[in-house]
């Protein structure tokens, strides 16, 4: 029992004089304060003015990017729409006529609407505007040509001011390659 009482009042002597041993280091030092440097601090604030520079940017194209793709999905979801309201309601029929007097078809928004191929109302996800019309047209020879899906203006209504709408084209090659 002796023996364990001298060792731990062995610990406490060291602990002490390491104590004191390091607040005399601090006081040669002249670190009798704690805290950050004003260098300190603005050191760490050029850093993070450094990384928002960067990543600004970055985040802008994403969110930009985002928009346009969520666009295109829905172009080709109409564009998907129509394929199966021509398969449906016009037995198959991508042209009319035949030869060189091939005409590609044209199916309207609100003709898929009408006949449940589409929800009612379409909204256009980057502007959330409700797309009023459109047409998805196709080739003389079936293909698709180009999907239009046009956005109506909305009315003035207290301090919000009338919006013109805006045709939105989007080529085959947009369309199709859209996964």
């Known amino acids: 029992m002796n023996q364990a009482a001298e060792v731990i009042n062995e610990v406490e002597v060291k602990e002490s004089r390491k104590s004191t041993f390091m607040q005399r280091v601090w006081s040669k030092m002249g670190k009798d304060e704690k805290g950050f440097t004003l260098i300190e601090l603005l050191a760490v604030l050029v850093i993070i003015a450094i990384i928002a520079v960067i990543a600004i940017?970055?985040?802008?194209?994403?969110?930009?990017?985002?928009?346009?793709?969520?666009?295109?999905a829905t172009a080709r979801q109409v564009y998907d729409a129509s394929r199966l309201y021509i398969t449906g309601e016009q037995n198959g029929q991508f042209t009319t006529g035949s030869g060189t007097s091939a005409v590609g078809a044209s199916v309207s928004i609100s003709d898929m609407q009408n006949k449940g191929y589409l929800d009612s109302p379409l909204v256009l996800p980057s502007t959330k505007a409700t797309i009023t019309s459109g047409t998805v047209t196709y080739t003389n020879t079936g293909s698709l040509s180009q999907v239009v899906l046009n956005t109506g203006g909305t009315a003035a209504s207290g301090s919000t001011p009338a919006t013109t709408g805006t045709a939105n084209t989007f080529t085959a090659e947009k369309v199709l390659s859209q996964k």
């Open 57 to 72: 940017p970055l985040i802008g194209n994403i969110i930009s990017n985002s928009r346009t793709n969520a666009d295109l």
